[in-house]
């Protein structure tokens, strides 16, 4: 076993161990690994301890990743599943429409409406989380609360993007308490959110399973308040050299 894929081990252990306390199935909270600033070998040796999910924050990274273990010699089979989970300028949705199977950071109408327009017909949906700033943090990208149900009735009428959910990245906070206080007010929302759609668009509702948050500091908060999948960078490949861009 490699060191990742020992790491990858006690993550998913925290994770069960998360849902028992928290009377969760722990079946019900998947693990994105993420790979931002590791190179395709460390992606290589989470995939062989059975990883399947990739968050990338930097899309040129991401796109050089994707390709590089898409490519002969030595291709990763199965292909793993790609999120995007950075910010995504207008002049970059070709990118993400063309290479990632998930974005968590949609956060505008416009570039939903690009990428749906260059995703490709022979191309699965791609499966998309808007991105919520629960906590008002003041230069953070993100919708304001209020205005994540109109985006969500928007891109549910999107054809070739499936809305999945909701995202955050909330300030870090000190304690359990106070980490898992900021996680609820997402997960209300996101049940606010379901109910509204299942009422308007039920066939949109019917997709809308994912609640994005929770890192490598505050995912068992995170599960406790409702999480279905967490984004893990740090506690699986180690510390990052780069700083992460929220
Ligand atoms: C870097 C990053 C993560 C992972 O962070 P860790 O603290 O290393 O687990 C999760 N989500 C986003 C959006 C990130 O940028």
């Given at each position: 076993m490699t060191m990742i894929g020992n790491k990858l081990q006690e993550v998913r252990e925290r994770i069960r161990q998360a849902c028992l306390d928290a009377g969760r199935d722990p079946e019900s909270v998947r693990l994105l690994a993420v790979?931002?600033?590791?190179?395709p070998e460390a992606v290589r040796d989470a995939a062989a301890a059975g990883q399947s999910a990739f968050g990338e924050n930097y899309l040129q990274e991401g796109v050089d990743k994707i390709a590089a273990l898409s490519a002969p010699p030595e291709p990763l089979v199965p292909r793993p599943e790609w999120h995007c989970i950075g910010p995504v300028q207008s002049n970059k949705t070709k990118l993400v429409a063309a290479h990632f199977d998930w974005l968590h950071t949609l956060d505008r109408l416009k570039i939903a409406q690009r990428l749906s327009e260059q995703r490709g017909a022979d191309q699965a949906p791609l499966q998309v989380c808007l991105q919520v700033n629960i906590d008002g943090g003041?230069?953070?990208?993100?919708?304001?609360p209020e205005a994540v149900l109109p985006l969500a009735r928007a891109v549910g009428a999107l054809p070739h993007l499936r809305l999945r959910g909701l995202m955050t990245i909330p300030e870090p906070q000190p304690d359990f308490e106070s980490q898992k206080r900021v996680h609820l007010q997402a997960h209300a929302l996101f049940e606010q959110v379901r109910a509204a759609l299942q009422a308007e668009q039920p066939a949109c509702a019917a997709h809308f399973d994912t609640l994005s948050m929770g890192m490598t500091g505050d995912l068992e908060a995170a599960i406790h308040a409702g999480s279905t999948m967490v984004r893990v960078g740090s506690a699986i490949f180690g510390g990052r050299s780069v700083p992460p861009a929220a």
């Open positions: 790979s931002k600033t590791f190179g003041a230069n953070k990208s993100g919708l304001a």
